[in-house]
Nanobody
């Protein structure tokens, strides 16, 4: 069983930046992020394969968010720049042994989830 622990959430003004971190208790394969805003379904944000050779982003965050990982630390990061009020959500770290390309597909669930960290962007 792998445990995922997120950190780095908080309150920031629109246009600002935050960096989220997610530390895994063991080796994982694909790692990444989802988010869930109030009253909305959880949505895919970004994912990266173990090697870093496959990276995917939701269209809504492309060019603003950057995912990276440090395999020596079993940690994945999400650098969020140019934040907008619509980025406000609980951000969940996830890890999965399947193909990174499946992340966000309807009906496809992750092997492991973190507890979530709140990101609030004020206008």
């Amino acid at each position: 069983q792998v445990q995922l622990v997120e950190s780095g959430g908080g309150l920031v003004q629109a246009g600002g930046s935050l960096r989220l971190s997610c530390a895994a208790s063991g080796r994982t394969f694909s790692m990444g992020w989802f988010r869930q805003a109030p009253g909305k379904e959880r949505e895919f944000v970004a994912a990266m394969s173990w090697s870093g050779g496959n990276i995917y982003y939701a269209d809504s965050v492309k060019g603003r968010f950057t995912i990276s990982r440090d395999n020596a630390k079993n940690t994945v990061y999400l650098q969020m720049n140019s934040l907008k009020p619509e980025d406000t959500a609980v951000y969940y770290c996830a890890a999965d042994s399947g193909s990174t390309s499946r992340w966000g597909l309807p009906g496809y669930d992750m092997d492991y989830w973190g507890q979530g960290t709140q990101v609030t962007v004020s206008s």
